[in-house]
């Protein structure tokens, strides 16, 4: 009996200490945050014109969806006439920030500006842009420090990446500080509308797919059925608004009751690091679009939680023909219509049942790809682009 004392003593004492360590952490990351962060509201005047745009960005990341569409917006705009730079403002060599922007976007369109370049607009050094747009949260202050008109590219409800308290209040506090906020997709609106005191103009753009990327590829579907093998496609990333946890536990649970008849899962995880450990699957790792592309068309369903804003995933996974498990607690539905995908709970047995049904009767996989294709097809990059161009025109005109 003392040594199981002793046990739990010492289990206590090495979670007392760990909790200790992440509040360490946690404390840090707040006190770094809190050196550059400005609450006051600004006043925004509006251009005469809107010739030159610049995104603000912390640094140039490969593997970045948010950096990715980024990149694809303003190569839009570019098309349409107006001057895009992508800036940062943290170190970071021009040499590094061209090979991550080309790994995120091929063929990009716009200049890019160093932490250097953005400090001599700051200076009046460089041209000042007619549009200065943040793109995070942690953007926000360094936007403000602009003679600009500011305006803020809302890509997610950026308070939900953390647990609530200091990070949580900070990051939503930037909705509420002035700058003209446009969102990629509606469901940002309604997060912000109803949980923020917004004070500044508000506007959303569709949240596009360039779906000949990830061009459709008919599938035989009469053929799930017969299979024994089934290979699930599994989002992964390490926060919790993915579901790691809870995804990697309902793919185990799966993996045992498919075992009982005679099909093997072969879970295959990506989008997260190699180093990322994962329970019953392989972790191929972050992948390239040649890469995704050949994973979608070995997979036989895709697997992703969208519980804050989409991604690009569920769109480019619909686009190749993969049939798509998403979840009803989260934001798959404000993008698509009904019946677009498998919505499950976060019940093993819920999807279980589903995906049996669903090889038992392989045509409403066939009914569910048609309805997608059918919606991603009226969405574009290009489209999106003339939207937050004719943003542009709004503003000039309302002055």
């Not at 009996?1 to 046990?7: A, G, P, Q, V, W």
Request: aromatic share 12%; hydrophobic share 40%.
């Amino acid at each position: 009996m003392e040594t199981e004392s002793f046990i739990r003593e010492g289990k206590r004492a090495l979670l007392s200490m760990s909790h200790g360590v992440s509040a360490v952490v946690e404390n840090k990351r707040v006190t770094d945050k809190l050196k550059h962060y400005d609450t006051k509201v600004i006043h925004n005047d509006r251009p005469a014109q809107i010739n030159t745009c610049l995104f603000l960005i912390t640094r140039m990341v490969r593997f970045s969806g948010g950096q990715t569409s980024i990149l694809r917006l303003g190569t839009e705009l570019t098309k349409l006439g107006i001057r895009v730079i992508y800036g940062v403002y943290k170190k970071q060599s021009p040499d590094e920030m061209k090979l991550c922007a080309a790994a995120n976007l091929p063929g990009f369109q716009g200049e890019l500006y160093t932490m250097e370049d953005c400090a001599r607009v700051l200076k009046g050094e460089l041209e000042q842009p007619d549009v200065v747009v943040a793109s995070s949260w942690d953007t926000v202050f360094y936007a403000k420090k602009f003679k600009s008109y500011k305006m803020y590219f809302v890509q997610d409800y950026e308070p939900y990446f953390y647990s609530f308290g200091e990070l949580y209040l900070m990051a939503k506090k930037t909705y509420e500080q002035g700058l003209h906020m446009v969102s990629l997709g509606k469901w940002n609106i309604d997060m912000i509308q109803k949980n923020c005191i917004a004070v500044s103009p508000l506007d959303a753009i569709d949240f596009p797919c360039d779906y000949r990327h990830y061009a459709y590829e008919e599938r035989d579907f009469a053929s799930y059925a017969s299979k024994k093998t089934l290979v699930l496609a599994v989002y992964m990333k390490f926060y919790g608004k993915r579901l790691p946890c809870i995804v990697q536990y309902m793919m185990t649970e799966l993996q045992d009751r498919f075992k009982k008849d005679g099909i093997t899962l072969d879970v295959r995880y990506f989008g997260e690091a190699k180093s990322f450990q994962t329970k019953g699957g392989s972790n191929l790792g972050m992948l390239n679009h040649k890469e995704l592309l050949g994973l979608y068309r070995e997979a036989d369903f895709g697997v992703v939680a969208s519980m804050s804003n989409i991604s690009l995933v569920p769109y480019e996974m619909l686009a190749s023909g993969l049939p798509l498990v998403e979840f009803e607690d989260g934001t798959f539905s404000y993008f698509f219509p009904d019946n677009s995908a498998i919505l499950t709970s976060i019940d093993p047995d819920d999807l279980y049942k589903q995906l049996r049904a669903d090889l038992k009767e392989p045509w409403r996989l066939k009914e569910r790809s048609d309805i997608a294709m059918a919606h991603i097809e009226t969405l574009g990059w290009e489209k999106t682009g003339k939207q937050f161009y004719d943003i542009f025109q709004k503003i000039i005109k309302e002055k």
